[in-house]
């Protein structure tokens, strides 16, 4: 579907009469003399705003750097930076601003999502932003201060709200904070153990060496062409062409999946359909073909595991557990592949160099920490890790994995400081966190206790979307948390739930610095603001600088520092050697890529010399049996890979149910992108698309373009239908993300698939997410409450009468001082301020000193930390992990 320019003009212009008609130009157009361009960068590439007479006219997308511009960028930064749901000022929600300025305290939690807001100025929202932050201290310590913030998504500068939002907080004794993420949350704490490293956040084997050695690339569950469309820091595109190049070298490529996608399209990949969350018992049945054919690799086996004579059994049907061999005749009952089509690949994979691209999707289910381990064991028995072009890879989607690598310095901005309270939640358990303050719980093999959570802040991050089963979110929400603050451009999801909101400008009104490539890390841009602020809104490093001011620790916030002053030094601390000034009037500079970065090989060292190269696990090895977990004793984490029956998949579901799935949207970053013109490219009748096959929508008497409600125990959503026959026959598939708008019935009439996921844990070793094992039933919905409300502005009031400020006890935030952070070490400061900006753990204590000689090897990279800086957080990390004396 395309989108004309009439329609996306008119949806791009609705905020403001003095923007004029906005545009896209190309990055040959020519420019008279009161053009002016602007150079700034973002998630879906870098550009440069056309400014005219004062006046931003359009964006012209830079050709020589980003091969392949898609209509995030054209249309949808500028769509969403005008459009109607921005938050122009300050705004309180009703009953909380009563209930807080006449004393009376009560709120009425349970409105929330509800009612109208109310616009304050900035000094009423800050004083009573305040006075909750210190109520909360007074009655409940730091602890009960929870910060969702974690990811750090909403723009790709330094200046990201989650650190800024931690480095607030921790000079005022810090606060609860989250651990782990939904994208890899399961990996990421499971492949430590098992080959050393995350490798959900690791660069991926050097994209020619993959067509010059590969001949059957297999890709399960993974979508780089869609996926790859946005970044962590700055997309721009380069493995497309690349991956034609590795297509047309002949490389065969497979693609397991229970979907058709644009990657299989652009690729010509061989579809094999599978049933959702049966990929372990694939792979296991695939390893014992090629052991019971004679076609493994035994003396790979013998050198670079650990533990393949406690897995055999288990693999042969002669275990302990009492599990049947895992025959391809088994897996196929259990996986909907036939019998003969497993062994077929089997042998295929045997028989040829081989790369399997895992997606995070794998491990977003029910024991979602055993998927990716049975891929790594299957290709262990195959001798493949380590070798040019072979092995596995479970980042092939993400940061455009497959470019090489500069190994260089990145900039760097503020450090988060050292966070005084040492409690947190698992990213997606905060339901669980909110329902059972001092519940312990476990993570990666330790005993841990939920914090009393009193008040939420979230800056930059919209948790109301991604947190999984809507409805026990906002019950729990209602029943415990008496404020939740949100600091966010746009009335999304977790503004619309929020007591108070504090407009940030949109990442094209502030100053800012960011590098290209979460892997290559071989472009720095310049993030230069390109127009004025909308309504009231201020970026988020001048919020937080206005509330240190009133909590007196303004400067140690600013360290006497102005925000260029920040990013002239976060420049120089990056390997690029163009002079700043050259540099901010150009908006790009270059890192150079050494030639040598073209041959790297994933684990290429382990496999080269496995003695003076060994893995970061107990044995040094690829383990096959994991004595960790062993030790850690849980009963759903075994220690060998396990097929494990989900909680609920279709092996087990009802007649005429469906197996929901939710992938990364096509036309968005989360739920990024939702409010803008873009989303008329996939949705229907305004809502979520829903693919489902020609024969679930015959058996249910629906047609492509019908409305249909997908409903279970948990919840109901709205979609719209698009039939086809590239996804198979009892699994349908909704993008995640999307804004929510709950209906009189209590269905999202948006489409929001969270309000049917469920919040059970992958296991007790991760407490990860299992948002994609979710069973539902389908209808033809002939009862829609009306068009969905969700990308339109709340019911606004304006304020009669101005708080007494004595309220907010500002007095109280002298008392504060002596929490403010002590002194760090040059490691400590190094790691707080480049190591945990995003996905990495935010404190030294969540991994043992052997986890973390092997995270880093990945996360180093990524922070940009030359050889010095990288001695200096290991000699940190190493005296604080949990297990140093």
């Known amino acids: 579907m395309n989108i004309s320019r009439r329609k996306f003009l008119s949806s791009s212009i609705t905020a403001t009469s003095a923007v004029p008609a906005l545009t896209l130009f190309g990055p040959s157009a020519v420019f008279s003399d009161d053009t002016v361009l602007i150079p700034h960068a973002t998630h879906f590439g870098p550009f440069n705003g056309v400014i005219k007479n004062g006046k931003l006219v359009g964006v012209q997308p830079i050709g020589s750097v980003d091969a392949m511009p898609t209509k995030m960028l054209t249309e949808g930064v500028l769509s969403r930076t005008f459009h109607e749901t921005r938050v122009d000022y300050p705004m309180v929600r009703k009953s909380y601003l009563e209930g807080m300025t006449s004393g009376s305290g009560d709120t009425k939690p349970e409105l ?61 004794g810090g606060h609860s904070t989250t651990s782990g993420d939904w994208s890899g949350g399961a990996s990421q704490l499971s492949l430590p153990h098992i080959i050393g490293d995350m490798e959900v956040y690791s660069p991926q084997t050097a994209w020619e060496q993959v067509r010059d050695n590969t001949e059957v690339f297999c890709l399960v569950g993974c979508d780089p062409f869609k996926n790859n469309r946005i970044e962590y820091r700055v997309a721009d595109h380069q493995m497309y062409p690349r991956w034609e190049a590795i297509k047309k070298s002949g490389v065969k490529f497979v693609s397991i999946n229970p979907q058709y996608t644009i990657t299989d399209e652009a690729l010509d990949a061989e579809w094999i359909k599978i049933i959702p969350g049966t990929d372990t018992a694939l792979f296991l049945s695939m390893c014992y073909h090629v052991y019971t054919t004679g076609q493994h690799d035994q003396a790979y086996l013998d050198k670079y595991t650990e533990g393949f004579e406690k897995f055999l059994p288990s693999l042969l049907g002669e275990g302990e557990d009492g599990s049947p061999a895992k025959t391809p005749a088994w897996a196929a009952k259990i996986t909907g592949i036939s019998e003969n089509k497993i062994i077929e690949l089997a042998d295929m994979f045997a028989k040829n160099r081989s790369q399997f691209a895992g997606s995070w999707s794998l491990q977003r289910q029910d024991h979602g920490e055993m998927q990716h381990w049975a891929i790594i064991a299957f290709s262990s028995m195959l001798g493949g890790i380590g070798k040019p072009g072979q092995g596995v890879g479970f980042s092939w989607h993400y940061g455009n994995g497959g470019m090489p690598q500069s190994g260089k310095s990145t900039p760097s901005g503020m450090s988060q400081g050292r966070n005084l309270v040492k409690s947190y939640c698992p990213a997606s358990r905060i339901t669980e966190m909110l329902e059972n303050p001092g519940k312990e719980f476990d993570h990666n093999g330790s005993k841990h206790k939920y914090p009393l959570v009193k008040m939420i802040y979230n800056a930059g991050n919209n948790f109301m979307s991604h947190q999984q089963d809507t409805n026990r979110l906002v019950r729990a929400l209602n029943a415990n948390v008496e404020t939740i603050v949100v600091q966010d451009p746009w009335w999304c999801a977790s503004t619309r739930w929020a007591d108070i909101v504090l407009p940030a400008s949109s990442t094209l009104e502030r100053d800012d610095i960011t590098s290209g490539g979460t892997y290559s890390n071989d472009k720095v841009y310049a993030m230069k603001q390109v127009i004025e602020p909308q309504g009231q809104a201020l970026d988020d490093f001048e919020i937080f600088r206005r509330l240190s001011q009133l909590f007196n620790c303004e400067y140690q916030y600013l360290e006497g520092k102005t925000k260029l002053q920040w990013i002239q030094e976060a420049y120089a601390k990056s390997s690029a050697t163009m002079p700043f000034k050259e540099f901010w009037k150009k908006g790009i500079a270059p890192i150079e890529v050494p030639q040598e970065a073209n041959k790297w090989v994933r684990h290429g060292d382990f496999f080269t010399d496995p003695v003076n190269n060994p893995l970061a696990t107990k044995s040094g090895k690829i383990e096959l049996y994991c004595q960790d977990f062993a030790d850690y004793d849980l009963d759903d984490c075994p220690p060998i890979p396990t097929f494990i029956e989900p909680h609920e998949y279709l092996g087990n579901a009802k007649p005429g149910q469906v197996h929901v799935v939710s992938p990364h949207p096509r036309m968005r970053l989360h739920s990024q992108m939702a409010n803008t013109s873009v989303r008329e490219v996939d949705n229907v009748q305004g809502r979520e698309p829903c693919l489902m096959s020609p024969e679930d929508a015959a058996a249910n008497g629906i047609k492509d373009g019908d409305l249909v409600e997908v409903y279970n125990e948990r919840g109901s959503i709205i979609v719209g239908a698009r039939v086809d026959k590239r996804i198979m026959k009892g699994v349908v598939s909704i993008y995640e993300g999307c804004w929510p708008s709950v209906d009189s019935k209590g269905r999202c009439n948006s489409g929001l698939v969270n309000f049917i996921t469920s919040t059970k844990a992958s296991s007790k070793l991760s407490q990860a997410t299992t948002a994609n094992t979710v069973i539902a039933s389908i209808r033809k919905c002939t009862d829609p409450d009306g068009p969905n409300m969700a990308y339109t502005k709340p019911a606004i009031q304006e304020m009669t009468a101005k708080p007494d400020p004595s309220i907010y006890g500002l007095a109280r935030a002298a008392n504060l001082k002596d929490k403010m952070t002590a002194d760090l070490s040059p490691g400590e400061k190094i790691f707080y301020q480049r190591c945990t900006v995003c996905h990495s753990p935010k404190e030294p204590s969540h991994f043992t000193q052997l986890q973390w000689k092997g995270i880093t090897q990945s996360m180093f990279p990524r922070a940009g930390l030359n050889d010095g800086e990288r001695n200096l957080v290991m000699e940190f990390l190493l005296k604080n992990a949990k297990d140093a004396i």
Do not use: C, M
């Open 112 to 172: 929330r999502g509800k009612e109208e807001f109310v616009q304050v100025s900035w000094d009423v929202a800050l004083g009573l932003t305040s006075k909750a932050i210190l109520d909360t201290i007074d009655t409940h310590g730091n602890e009960g201060i929870f910060s969702s913030s974690y990811g750090g998504w909403s723009n790709a500068g330094i200046f990201r709200p989650n650190v800024l939002q931690g480095r607030f907080f921790n000079l005022i």
